[in-house]
């Protein structure tokens, strides 16, 4: 296995020892940001089936992630998995402290996994922070949605057709992925009155409906 092993100067150790040191404001890209988002598009035409999300629109965190499929450095084995930017210079990018390293005995550790910038190698960073050591194991940046206290989310729900003609819609919310039952609501809609239902702010145009499924254009999204 091809290895490289990098002595950091003690300039370097200082820069990566501690968050006040490193410089984060050229890399804004790499900071987690919070969006919203909403989905499906306004005047598309869409399907749901039974149980499916009719509308889903939010606020969601998102982070750029080291992803590796695993490989060995120092006395440790990295495991297949994620962990979240934290430092990062003009030659590395450091996760977080992780879980997904054992030491040689099994045990697990808390050590930041690293991507060399030019070479997509693995590295681990020692725990003096005094040198780096890089191997053949792979690593990726990537995007991903986490978990965050910022994140919320309202959903409109297909529950079917209770008689013919009327359309069952569940009303759901979540703060950090956790159900907020308290606003929680299932609303029928007599389509024989009228094709474009409302709630919260959301408007919808009912094209189709069965038992199993739904045809529809979001007009608008939640207030």
Known sequence: MKKTIIVLSLIAVSALSGCSNVQMDSFEEYKQKTENMSSPAIGLVSTAYMGDNMVDQGMVTKAKMIKTSGGKAFNYKVKAGEAIIELYNDK????????????????????????????????????????????????????????????????????????????????????????????????????????????????????????????????????
């Open 92 to 223: 590395y990018f450091w996760s977080e402290y992780t879980k997904l390293i054992t030491d040689n005995g099994g045990n697990t550790g808390s050590v930041r996994i690293g991507m060399n910038r030019d070479t997509n190698q693995l590295c681990v960073l020692s725990d003096s922070y005094s040198y780096v050591e890089c191997n053949d194991g792979t690593a990726e940046i990537i995007d991903k949605n986490i978990e965050s206290i910022n994140n919320f989310q309202q959903n409109l729900i297909y529950l079917g057709m209770p008689e013919a003609n009327k359309i069952t819609i569940g009303y759901r919310e979540f703060k950090s992925r956790i159900a907020r039952d308290a606003f929680s609501n299932d609303i029928t809609y007599n389509l024989d009155l009228t094709n474009e239902i409302a709630y919260k702010g959301a408007v919808i145009e009912i094209i189709s409906a069965t038992p199993s499924k739904i045809k529809y254009i979001v007009k608008h999204n939640f207030k």
